[in-house]
C-alpha cells in the first residue's frame, strides 16, 4: 500500500467560478441545488459553471436549521426543527404535515436531519421523533429540555411531495436519534438512511420506496451510507475507526447487495490516513460507475490544513491514488461529482473549481 500513497493520479483543471458559500448539489442533467446559510437557490447548470452563482431559477429563504429539498416544477419541501412544509416556486406555502404527526406540546429536536427529495422529485424521507406518553410501555429517558422526556423507536416517513401525504411508516430500532441522513437510489427505487444514535454509532438500513410505501430489505451497523452505485443494487457505505463497545478500530469502506444484504467488498482505508492522526472527517463521493473520491480533511490547527482526494476503484473499493491538483492546491473536503466524470471543489470559501481526469 506504501505504493499506492506515493502514486499521484493526474487531474486538469477544467475552469473556476466564484459563488456563494453553501454546498452544492448536481440534481440532473440541467440544474444545481444552492444551500446557502439563508436560502436555497436552484440554478441553471450552464449558467452556474459558465459564470458562478448568478439569478437563480427559484429561491426560497430558510429560517435557521432549516434544509430541504426540490419539487420537479422548482418549488422546495422544507424541514425545520419542528416541521415539514412544502412550498411553491414563489415561496407560497402547498402544504404542511398534519398535527397528528408530530407529538403535541413537545419542544425540541423532533426532526432527526433534514428532510431529502427523491431524484425526479416525486417522494420525500424524513425521520421524526415518536414521543411515549404511557408509563408502562418501554421507552429511552432523554434530557433534551425540561422536563425529561421518554421516546420510542423514530420512524421513517416517505411523503408525496405534492400533496403532503404519508405514504409510509418504518419504525427504526433505535430512539432519540441525534440525526438522520438519507441517500436516494439514482432512480429513486431505493433508499439508504444511516442513524446516529446516542450508544450505538451509524446504524444504516436500506428499503424500497414508491406510491406503495416503505419494505425493509436490510441493515447494517457501524456504517455511513455514501451513495448507491448507478445502474445497480449496490450501496457504498463508510465505516470510521471510534472505538464504540469495545469493537475493533476500523476506517472501512464497504458495498452491499441491496437485494441480498451481502456485503461484496470491504477495504480499510486507515493506512491512508498514516500520519494525520485523527483526521476531522472522511467521506465518499462516487464519481461514477466505476471510481470514488475518497476525502480526507485533516482537523483544524493541523500543519497541512489541506484536503487530500484519493482515486479508488468504486468495485474493489482499493485506492488507484491521490489526486494531484497542484496546479490549483487548497481543494476543500466537499466534492459534488457532476455524473459525467467531472467534478467540483471549492478553494478559498468563494471559488469554485471543476476538475477532470487527465
Not at 398534519?98 to 423532533?110: A, H, L, T
Not at 448507478?230 to 447487495?257: C, H, I, K, Q, V
Request: include cysteine.
Amino acid at each position: 500500500m506504501t505504493d499506492t500513497r506515493a502514486r499521484r493520479v493526474a487531474v486538469k483543471h477544467v475552469g473556476t467560478v466564484r459563488a456563494a458559500r453553501g454546498p452544492i448539489h448536481a440534481m440532473d442533467g440541467e440544474r444545481f441545488l444552492l444551500h446557502r446559510r439563508r436560502s436555497l437557490e436552484v440554478h441553471r447548470r450552464d449558467t452556474f459553471l459558465a459564470v458562478g452563482a448568478a439569478r437563480p431559477l427559484s429561491k426560497v429563504e430558510l429560517p435557521p436549521v432549516t434544509g430541504g429539498g426540490v419539487t420537479p416544477d422548482g418549488g422546495f419541501v422544507l424541514s425545520g426543527e419542528l416541521r415539514v412544509w412544502c412550498t411553491a416556486p414563489d415561496g407560497t406555502t402547498r402544504w404542511e404535515l398534519s398535527d397528528g404527526i408530530w407529538p403535541d406540546g413537545v419542544r425540541g429536536d423532533r426532526v432527526r436531519g433534514h428532510v431529502t427529495v427523491s431524484p425526479d422529485g416525486s417522494l420525500a424521507a424524513v425521520v421524526k421523533s415518536t414521543l411515549v406518553t404511557d408509563p408502562s410501555l418501554p421507552a429511552a429517558r432523554v434530557f433534551d429540555g425540561s422536563p425529561e422526556r421518554r421516546y420510542g423507536p423514530d420512524t421513517l416517513l416517505l411523503l408525496d411531495t405534492g400533496t403532503g401525504e404519508v405514504l409510509g411508516r418504518q419504525p427504526l430500532d433505535v430512539p432519540a436519534l441525534l440525526t438522520a441522513g438519507h441517500v436516494w437510489q439514482p432512480d429513486g427505487a431505493r433508499l439508504a438512511v444511516s442513524c446516529w444514535d446516542f450508544w450505538d454509532s451509524w446504524i444504516t438500513y436500506w428499503l424500497t420506496a414508491g406510491g406503495d410505501g416503505l419494505r425493509m430489505l436490510g441493515r447494517t451497523t457501524m456504517e455511513e451510507a455514501a451513495a448507491f452505485v448507478p445502474g445497480s443494487a449496490r450501496l457504498l457505505t463508510m465505516r470510521r475507526a471510534e472505538g464504540f463497545g469495545g469493537s475493533r478500530e476500523a476506517n472501512e469502506l464497504a458495498s452491499y447487495d441491496t437485494d441480498t444484504s451481502e456485503r461484496l467488498a470491504v477495504h480499510d482505508f486507515g493506512d491512508l490516513l498514516a500520519g494525520w492522526g485523527d483526521p476531522s472527517r472522511t467521506d465518499a463521493y462516487l464519481l461514477d460507475a466505476e471510481r470514488l473520491i475518497l476525502s480526507v480533511n485533516p482537523r483544524d490547527g493541523a500543519m497541512d490544513g489541506r484536503s487530500r482526494h484519493w482515486l479508488c476503484d468504486a468495485d474493489t473499493l482499493r485506492p488507484l491514488g491521490l489526486l494531484d491538483y497542484s496546479v490549483h492546491p487548497g481543494a476543500g473536503r466537499a466534492v459534488t461529482p457532476l455524473e459525467d466524470g467531472t467534478w467540483l471543489t471549492r478553494r478559498g470559501g468563494r471559488r469554485v473549481d471543476r476538475w477532470a481526469l487527465a
